[in-house]
């Protein structure tokens, strides 16, 4: 029996990671709402090739949003309306979370926690350019931990008509490190009424699980732990679906679906194979976490160029695992 009120599952928007390819297969998977890596305002503006396939997806991944980064108000409202028009998503995101430095020193992502008045203003303008289009945006807790302003910028932001939020539980200043803050976020569940989607930490059913009850967070978002098991939101479905335990991905079933991933990829390239395949070696890495012999596997993927050979590795090391590709 589902749990009531059970939460969404989303796939948080990660740069490099999560085209529209892993966005399908997490989809498969049981990820509920998909939003594509961030854009600049003025990628989005100048409707370059590069900024298309950032934004591009495929009907069966809807919901699906796009987000945004910037820091002009009126850049973002103009953007907002440009890939409105572009490629019609279901609603548009907006980044205040993002630590990156190169994204913060242009005054995006996460450096508008510590602007109120700017981030008011950014929201204001792109809620009243977005029209009917929902507007949603993801947050860190705070900029470091003396300057913790979750539920001030919460408040804020429901206020200029956000829809829902997604709060990432660190600072800007603890980027990826040490624990997120899940105390914060079931704070901000508090302060109010739009829905607040939980993210920090959740790399298992039982974890996703636990944080869920505790918040009170209308969905969970799952980040770096899809990237390399996105069978966690598999996991996490079944145990809200009636706490059965999801099977145990075997080395067989991993890489019938790296190799399927592979596949996926080069279509989108559009048969070309060899820049399809570079592009995925930094996912063919993180696939190989937790597999036996990682170590010398990400030694015969760094140079890998093609998807024969991809296969042929596959081969090798099942073989010398005892299992079959």
């Keep these: 029996m589902a749990a009531q009120n059970a939460p969404l599952l989303f796939l948080a928007p990660m740069a490099g990671v999560t085209n529209t390819v892993f966005r399908r297969l997490c989809k498969n998977l049981g990820a509920d709402v998909l939003t594509t890596e961030f ?39 103009e953007a907002a309306k440009a890939v409105i028009d572009w490629v019609g998503p279901d609603f548009i995101d907006l980044n205040f979370g993002c630590p990156v430095n190169k994204v913060v020193s242009r005054n995006g992502g996460s450096s508008l926690l510590k602007d109120c008045p700017l981030l008011k203003k950014v929201a204001a303008s792109v809620v009243s350019a977005a029209g009917p289009v929902p507007v949603t945006a993801k947050i860190r807790i705070g900029w470091d931990s003396k300057t913790i302003n979750a539920t001030e910028t919460a408040r804020i932001l429901e206020g200029e008509g956000i829809k829902r939020l997604a709060v990432h539980g660190r600072t800007k200043e603890q980027g990826y490190t040490g ?34 009850k505790e918040s009170g967070a209308a969905g969970l978002m799952i980040g770096r732990a899809a990237m390399n098991h996105p069978w966690i939101f598999r996991e996490i479905r079944m145990a809200l679906d009636g706490g059965a335990s999801a099977p145990v991905v075997g080395l067989r079933e991993k890489w019938d679906f790296i190799l399927h991933h592979a596949e996926l990829e080069i279509a989108w390239w559009n048969g070309v194979e060899e820049p399809a395949i570079k592009s995925m070696r930094s996912r063919l890495m993180s696939y190989t976490r937790g597999l036996p012999g990682g170590a010398r596997l990400r030694e015969s993927l760094q140079h890998l160029d093609s998807l024969a050979r991809l296969r042929e590795i596959a081969e090798e090391h099942s073989s010398a695992h005892n299992e079959c590709a």
């Design 39 to 77: 854009v600049s305002a003025e990628g989005i503006l100048h409707r370059n090739e590069r900024t298309r396939r950032y934004i591009e997806f495929q009907p069966d991944e809807r919901p699906v949003g796009v987000q945004l980064f910037g820091a002009s108000p009126e850049r973002l409202a």
């Design 179 to 212: 624990q997120a803050d899940w105390a914060v976020i079931s704070a901000v569940v508090s302060a109010v009424r739009i829905p607040v989607i939980g993210n920090g930490d959740l790399d298992s059913a039982t974890i996703a699980l636990a944080r869920w």
